[in-house]
């Protein structure tokens, strides 16, 4: 059987190769005192990042440590700090099951997630300097087919 070839992004993929070419790393200009930008610090979070950081400040406020939570849930304390770093992306099986043993819903825990995405956001785009103006939507007055 003939192996299916590795995305680059994965760690022992092709761009790990001693016969690869590595790209240099991109290194961002420093913010100069009195500038607007700082170099990406102004990023939405990703998904993983907020899921992380609400499971890690939950297992906090009830003073548990990473090895017991780990247990309840059924993985690895590893795992779980991986998680709680943003490193991996669970299954939504896996969240509830870290829902669970924190005590909530996976219905609430990603309300939760959810609600610390929009303030993020929030906050990204009211301290942003530019704002990109969106055109309201337009009315439709013909007929609509749609694609099956």
């Known amino acids: 059987m003939s192996e299916q070839p590795r995305l680059h992004s994965i760690p022992g993929g092709r ?7 590595r790209p240099h790393p991109v290194r961002e200009p ?3 005192p009195g500038s607007r930008t700082a170099p990406s610090a102004a ?6 990042e907020a899921l992380g950081a609400r499971l890690r400040t939950l297992r906090q406020d009830q003073g548990e440590k990473l090895t017991e939570t ?14 709680e770093r943003g ?7 896996m969240i509830a099951a870290l829902a669970g043993a924190l005590g909530t819903t996976l219905a609430d825990l990603t309300a939760q997630v959810a609600a610390a995405l929009h303030r993020q956001s929030l906050a990204l785009t009211s301290s942003s300097p530019r ?12 007929p609509v087919m749609l694609a099956a």
Request: hydrophobic fraction near 35%; glycine fraction near 4%.
């Open 70 to 83: 780990a247990a309840r849930a059924g993985i690895s304390p590893q795992y779980l700090s991986e998680v």
């Open 30 to 32: 420093l913010a100069r």
């Open 131 to 142: 704002r990109m103006a969106v055109p309201a939507p337009q009315r439709i007055t013909g």
């Open 87 to 93: 490193r991996k992306e669970p299954s939504s099986e």
């Open 43 to 48: 990023r939405e979070p990703l998904w993983r």
């Open 15 to 21: 761009a790990d190769r001693t016969d690869a070419p």
